[in-house]
């Protein structure tokens, strides 16, 4: 009890010891909104494609339905990892090149499904609207592929930035005089 009283009012509780930490330098707070956006929209889908009874050709249901439940369950994992602390505890270095890179194949993905599962279906009400949340889910995808290019530009281009040597960056500019001129 003494402790407390000693403690307690010079103790600041650190504000960085949160779980969630948006933005952050891979996920700004808009993109987050997206990425929710984005595993939403794939969940509902991917919902509403589980609900078919009954199709003819069912490839095109099952590619759909592939693709649906690993955009949301992907789309989620890289949402909790990038939002939180846990990306700087997996080992993975190169967050901006997976984000999107994943992002993009997801999206294009997307829409190849559900181009095919349009294409090939009973046309019943259900279908047409999995499908619908299929587009709309490929839009999220694309729009956050804009996002992260409009913002950051590519992942892997150098922007003419000193690389890193040993944790310290390299010098801009060589000394061309030698210090002991006899």
Not at 45 to 66: D, G, K, N, Q
């Amino acid at each position: 009890m003494a402790t407390a009283e000693v403690y307690n009012p010079t103790t600041v509780t650190d504000p960085k010891s949160t779980w969630f930490v948006v933005p952050t330098d891979t996920l700004s707070k808009l993109r987050f909104l997206v990425k929710l956006v984005e595993v939403l929209l794939s969940f509902v889908a991917f919902i509403l494609e589980e609900v078919v009874t009954s199709c003819i050709s069912c490839s095109a249901l099952y590619f759909f339905e592939f693709i649906s439940c690993t955009a949301f369950l992907f789309t989620l994992l890289l949402l909790i990892l990038l939002s939180t602390k846990l990306h700087r505890k997996v080992g993975i270095t190169c967050w901006p090149s997976l984000d999107f890179i994943y992002t993009a194949v997801i999206a294009a993905l997307f829409l190849l499904a559900s181009i095919v599962f349009s294409a090939d279906n009973s046309k019943t009400s259900l279908e047409q609207t999995a499908v619908a949340f299929g587009f709309l889910s490929t839009a999220a995808f694309v729009v956050d592929v804009v996002l992260f290019w409009k913002n950051n530009g590519f992942p892997w281009k150098k922007e003419g930035k000193p690389e890193a040597s040993n944790g310290n960056a390299t010098p801009a500019t060589h000394e061309t005089e030698r210090l002991n001129t006899e």
